[in-house]
T-cell receptor
Framework: AQSVTQLGSHVSVSEGALVLLRCNYSSSVPPYLFWYVQYPNQGLQLLLK??????LVKGINGFEAEFKKSETSFHLTKPSAHMSDAAEYFCAINNAGNMLTFGGGTRLMVKP | DTGVSQDPRHKITKRGQNVTFRCDPISEHNRLYWYRQTLGQGPEFLTYFQNEAQLEKSRLLSDRFSAERPKGSFSTLEIQRTEQGDSAMYLC??????????????FGPGTRLTVT
């Protein structure tokens, strides 16, 4: 079985501050990991993904995430938050099956 | 626009009515998925097609739900005798053929269902 836990359903940062969204996973086999972003009343857009190889993954809009097997984590970071980053972020896992398993999501709020 | 499209975007129906949603995947994507997302939650897997074959179904997909992909292109999701608990966003996603080593899925904008 596979599962994803996102710590913090709501995160608030000031514009220009570091963004850190936490994701921990459980998987019996090496996982494929993803971060998606969802804006209100829209579908999900892929930010970045980890499959194999380099554990630090860079994505769109300045986001990056680091796969840490020993900590079973895949936290999402961005050095400097922008107002347009306010959205819901979902971490997801696929351990080579046919479905994505998502975490509960983290709503990011950016204060001016 | 060559992304995944879904129709309708919004649907309001009365309890007990049947509804049908359509999904058009990205051209040449042979894998198609349906997910359900309730308010404040992450999407939950419902079912998966490879070409026209429905290969996997979640236990969330009760007998009132049926999905088809008749020619391996677009897909429909039908809910019969809708209940208020069916109110959710229904998301469709597709992914390309081949080894699918990245298992990346591309999502449509979703259909928001409200059952009154």
């Amino acid at each position: 079985a596979q599962s994803v836990t996102q710590l913090g359903s709501h995160v608030s940062v000031s514009e220009g501050a570091l963004v850190l969204l936490r994701c921990n996973y459980s998987s019996s086999v090496p996982p494929y990991l993803f971060w998606y972003v969802q804006y209100p009343n829209q579908g999900l857009q892929l930010l970045l993904k980890y499959t194999t190889g380099a554990t630090l993954v860079k994505g769109i809009n300045g986001f990056e995430a680091e796969f840490k097997k020993s900590e079973t984590s895949f936290h999402l970071t961005k050095p400097s938050a922008h107002m347009s980053d306010a959205a819901e972020y979902f971490c997801a896992i696929n351990n080579a099956g046919n479905m994505l398993t998502f975490g509960g999501g983290t709503r990011l709020m950016v204060k001016p | 626009d060559t992304g995944v499209s879904q129709d309708p975007r919004h649907k309001i129906t009365k309890r007990g009515q049947n509804v049908t949603f359509r999904c058009d995947p990205i051209s040449e994507h042979n894998r198609l998925y349906w997910y359900r997302q309730t308010l404040g939650q992450g999407p939950e897997f419902l079912t998966y097609f490879q070409n026209e074959a429905q290969l996997e179904k979640s236990r969330l997909l009760s007998d009132r739900f049926s999905a088809e992909r008749p020619k391996g292109s677009f897909s429909t999701l039908e809910i019969q005798r809708t209940e208020q608990g069916d109110s959710a966003m229904y998301l469709c996603a597709s992914s390309p053929p081949g080894l699918a080593v990245t298992y990346e899925q591309y999502f449509g904008p979703g259909t928001r269902l409200t059952v009154t």
